[in-house]
């Protein structure tokens, strides 16, 4: 008898996503982080902050040839980049994603979306200037691939704009440890440790980074005690600007967070 081919990391992620079908532990991690965290990031403005720092890194794009990976079917920054760049191509594994995104990209000029996995030999562009990667790189096993493939696709002068989940700092190691056996998406969720950061700053020249959610993560127990929220919020706010201005210099602050956005360059050997 014939044993049915098992699915690969590509397809499970790739109908993870389509159908947002999670178990009670990945339901619960998800509230947790998605939840209580994006209020707090929402309020305080570290979206927004980040958002604005992005597009900051992106600098002029007239001229830019982008690539957006792993988009889903986009974000704010993805039409940014889409309309006021010279050529944009957004790429990812799930067609039901790139279908709505393609639907919405088709009255901008030179902006496309394809259903793409950023490794495969089918995908033989190159020469970007800008490589968008919004929650992306984290969702790569192989992280020396990963590089290698990053720098075979920009130009001489290429840049990436990244943000990823951190899992280096005890409590949200401990926490990760104890959900990942759990986790339904956990074949495809790696999360930076200090290996990974360290392999892109080897590689690629780490022009500025920024963490956050580091002291600012506390703020979710101030939701327990009768504390009033003006102060809550203040508090936090207070704690957002001392992770946002710390972990751009100090690597063990920024080990402290929990997510953190990078520009990097290619290295020129």
């Known amino acids: 008898m014939k044993q049915k081919k ?3 990391v590509n397809q499970l992620q790739r109908e993870f996503y389509d159908s947002k079908k999670k178990n009670l532990p990945t339901r619960l991690w998800s509230y947790l982080r998605n939840g209580a965290l994006n209020r707090i990031k929402k309020k305080v403005g570290i979206e927004a ?3 604005k720092l992005h597009k900051s890194w ?3 794009l007239s001229e830019k040839k982008v690539l957006d990976l792993g988009c889903y079917a986009g ?3 993805s039409f940014y980049l889409a309309e006021n760049s010279k050529s944009y191509l957004a790429i990812d594994l799930s067609p039901k994603g790139i279908g709505n995104l393609d639907r919405r990209l088709k009255n901008i000029p030179g902006a496309r979306a394809e259903v793409m996995d950023f490794l495969s030999e089918a995908f033989e562009e190159k020469d970007f200037d800008l490589i968008y990667a919004y929650g992306v790189l984290h969702h790569f096993k192989d992280v020396d691939q990963l590089i290698l493939k990053l720098k075979e696709k920009l130009n001489q002068n290429g840049i990436i704009v990244s943000h990823d989940p ?3 700092s005890l409590p949200i190691k401990t ?3 104890i959900y990942r056996p759990f986790q339904s998406d956990r074949a495809w969720e790696w999360p930076f440790n200090r290996k990974t950061y360290y392999s892109f700053a080897k590689e690629f020249q780490i022009v500025e980074r920024r963490a956050v959610l ?3 993560k506390w703020t979710t127990l101030l939701n327990v005690l009768p504390v009033p929220e003006e102060k809550k919020i203040k508090k936090a706010t207070l704690w957002h600007r001392e992770d946002w201005e710390r972990s751009a210099r100090d690597d063990e602050y920024m080990f402290s967070c929990m997510h953190l956005s990078m520009l990097m360059q290619k290295r020129i050997r």
């Open 6 to 8: 098992r699915p690969t």
């Open 49 to 51: 902050d980040i958002y």
């Open 58 to 60: 992106f600098g002029d």
């Open 75 to 77: 974000n704010s920054l």
């Open 166 to 168: 951190l899992e280096t």
């Open 175 to 177: 926490i990760r440890r």
């Open 214 to 216: 580091g002291k600012t």
